[in-house]
């Protein structure tokens, strides 16, 4: 969906990148199923935290892609999620949606929180010591198995369409072989340089 979504897209500043340039026709020529929507910070999560997401602020998706759309539950033991999950589920009831079951990964494994916390501050431009609802809360964003998952996200039919979804799939996740990027530094500056620019505050994107 990333790649329909930003496809023509040209390098920044030109076309930022939280500016897609999908329109709604190429979307209707996308067939097969659709990634789910309604992960953490999405639109639709915002829609039922702020007033529970009536069919009529949430619903314009269905129009689009109908029965290939799926409403994704996620939990990483954050405030409020709990009855998060059950306000989705009975959002996707009315609206006649299948849930699906996702653990919204965003790091591999739990010790690798602080550094995707790190690295969420470099892409917000701020500091360690600041507060931003972006940057993640625990550790818990990581691969989890399904006993787990199952545990937090308390509804069968979720990792039903899970495995149904993940039947049609076909991606080859670890490749028989790995090209790593190649790194290079300016042969007129040593690699010692580079350190007194890195310590200085990035632009804000």
Known sequence: MATVNFAGCSPRPTCPRLQPQATLARWRRITGPLLPVGGRE????Q???ADGARPPAAGFPVEIFGERLYVELSQHRRAGERARLVQLRQLAREL????VASGDVRHAARRDYRRYDLLTCIRLGCTLFERRPER???AEACLASEAALRRRIPFPEAFENAAALAAQCDLDLLPGYIIRPRR???TASPPASIWPGSARRPPRC
């Open 136 to 138: 993640p809360l625990n």
């Open 47 to 49: 829609l039922v935290e």
């Open 42 to 45: 999405s639109q639709l999560d």
């Open 184 to 186: 290079s530094c300016p």
């Open 96 to 99: 006649s949606l299948p849930v």
